[in-house]
């Protein structure tokens, strides 16, 4: 606020009795001498506040005398200590580690200080550099535009980073993977048994098979013979039918589908939906009827997917040319016709790329087929059989004490890299159509 006020001021000066254009408003200098106050103190906060643990336990480890050797009891008493000075713990397993929490907490006031000091002494000089720049003719105004670009791009460039990152962490360790089991096993191998594995051919019980075809059944299939005639005529209605009024009213509730918790549909699922599709297996005359059935799943998913599909069925009818739909009425075909025949065959592009959306998005739904689908990996046409999917063993594989060097623990990476890439290609096939459907009817 002083760097803002100061530089405000001098700017303002500038212009007592000067007639000429300036570039930059009297707030321009006041924020480039804020941002030169602030950036440089914020960056070296952020770099301390990593730096800080390890100064701070370097000089409790300096100042101890009685720590065990370096190993996993030493860094036990370290973090127990650590969370008695920080308040977040009253007890300690340890006796040692109470010893330490004053040590501890005056290690890190002292390094506290030596960063607010520093970062105060940042911001002034950089403020006093920043101060001293300011001139008539200077181009306050480009310089802060130019910083706003950076942070923009920055912003920006966080998501793709990130998708690298998260490519890069999942190729390192299924390339890990694959170097023990051979690919070709593993994505053509039609048994999965992780808990029984032979070290002398462990691609024998990581065939994948089973999993993806019990993906495909409940995302792919039982899932979108749900969501799709449900989320297309409740999409047909509501653009074609419905009133004003209606419309109002029942298009938010619809979409408050898409903002339940997944986890609330996984409750549903196994407490409601799977006992019904048991008692109707029963029924049927199955005598080993499960409970966790794919069909259990299916339908749930489904209903979570209905209101993606019917936004992106809504918003493709909406936009087909009133022209199209008013000449066909015209021609004296009646409402359902027109809707046969004109508008969805036009907005089909659009319905088809929100239906690849909607199955990207369920086959990679975990909380629902977790809590409502097996475990036990099946090949099986029939629905109401058990099924597992590649989520559900994912959550498995990664659930556990097992050593993270194992091809049972590895393969959880393998097939996360397989659903990111079926996924992707799902997205990309789906935005492709939806933007060929945009440049035909924009």
């Known amino acids: 606020m002083i760097g803002w006020l100061t530089a405000r001021v001098r700017a303002v000066g500038f212009r007592r009795g000067n007639n000429r254009r300036f570039s930059s408003l009297p707030s321009h200098y006041g924020a480039y001498v804020a941002m030169w106050v602030v950036i440089p103190a914020i960056i070296f906060l952020a770099i301390w506040s990593q730096a800080t643990p390890g100064l701070v336990t370097d000089q409790v480890i300096a100042g101890a005398s009685s720590l065990p050797p370096p190993g996993f009891e030493r860094a036990a008493v370290l973090n127990e200590a650590r969370a008695i000075a920080a308040g977040?713990?009253?007890?300690?397993?340890?006796?040692?580690?109470?010893?330490?929490?004053?040590a501890y907490a005056a290690a890190q006031i002292r390094f506290d200080w030596i960063g607010a000091t520093l970062a105060l002494l940042l911001a002034v000089a950089g403020g006093g550099y920043a101060y001293t720049r300011l001139k008539p003719d200077f181009q306050a105004r480009t310089k802060i535009e130019r910083v706003t670009m950076g942070l923009l791009l920055t912003a920006s460039l966080i998501a793709i980073f990130t998708t690298l990152g998260?490519?890069?962490?999942?190729?390192?360790?299924?390339?890990?993977?694959?170097?023990?089991?051979p690919m070709l096993d593993f994505l053509t191998g039609t048994h999965w048994s992780p808990q029984i594995i032979d070290a002398r051919d462990p691609g024998a019980a990581l065939g994948a098979v089973p999993l993806f075809w019990g993906t495909f059944l409940i995302g792919a299939v039982i899932a979108m013979i749900v969501a799709i005639p449900f989320g297309l005529m409740s999409a047909v209605y509501l653009t074609q039918y419905a009133a004003a009024g209606v419309r109002r009213w029942m298009k938010p509730i619809l979409e408050v589908l898409a903002g339940i918790p997944t986890v609330v549909y996984g409750y549903f699922a196994a407490l409601t939906v799977a006992p019904a599709v048991r008692d109707f297996a029963v029924a049927l005359g199955m005598t080993n009827a499960s409970s966790e059935s794919a069909l259990a799943a299916g339908?749930?998913?489904?209903?979570?997917?209905?209101?993606?599909?019917?936004?992106?069925?809504?918003?493709?009818?909406?936009?087909?040319?009133?022209?199209?739909?008013?000449?066909?009425?015209a021609m004296g075909a009646t409402t359902s016709e027109t809707i046969v025949r004109v508008l969805l065959p036009a907005a089909l592009p659009g319905v088809i790329g929100g239906v690849l959306l909607a199955v990207s998005r369920a086959i990679g739904e975990t909380m629902i087929v977790v809590m409502a689908a097996s475990g036990v990996?099946?090949?099986?046409?029939?629905?109401?059989?058990?099924?597992?999917?590649?989520?559900?063993?994912?959550?498995?594989?990664?659930?556990?004490?097992?050593?993270?060097?194992?091809?049972?623990?590895?393969?959880?990476?393998?097939?996360?890299?397989?659903?990111?890439?079926?996924?992707?290609?799902?997205?990309?096939?789906?935005?492709?159509?939806?933007?060929?459907?945009?440049?035909?009817?924009?």
Do not use: C, H, W
């Open 377 to 442: 990996a099946t090949l099986s046409l029939n629905p109401l059989d058990s099924a597992t999917t590649v989520t559900k063993q994912i959550v498995d594989l990664l659930t556990g004490e097992s050593e993270f060097d194992s091809p049972k623990t590895l393969a959880a990476f393998a097939l996360g890299l397989t659903l990111f890439v079926i996924t992707l290609l799902l997205n990309i096939v789906a935005l492709t159509v939806v933007k060929r459907y945009r440049e035909a009817y924009e």
């Open 166 to 181: 998260i490519v890069a962490s999942l190729l390192y360790e299924s390339i890990r993977f694959f170097q023990m089991v």
């Open 299 to 329: 339908l749930v998913m489904g209903v979570m997917i209905i209101p993606f599909v019917s936004s992106m069925a809504d918003d493709s009818i909406a936009a087909v040319p009133a022209s199209m739909r008013d000449g066909s009425l």
């Open 88 to 102: 977040r713990s009253g007890a300690a397993l340890n006796p040692l580690a109470p010893t330490l929490a004053p």
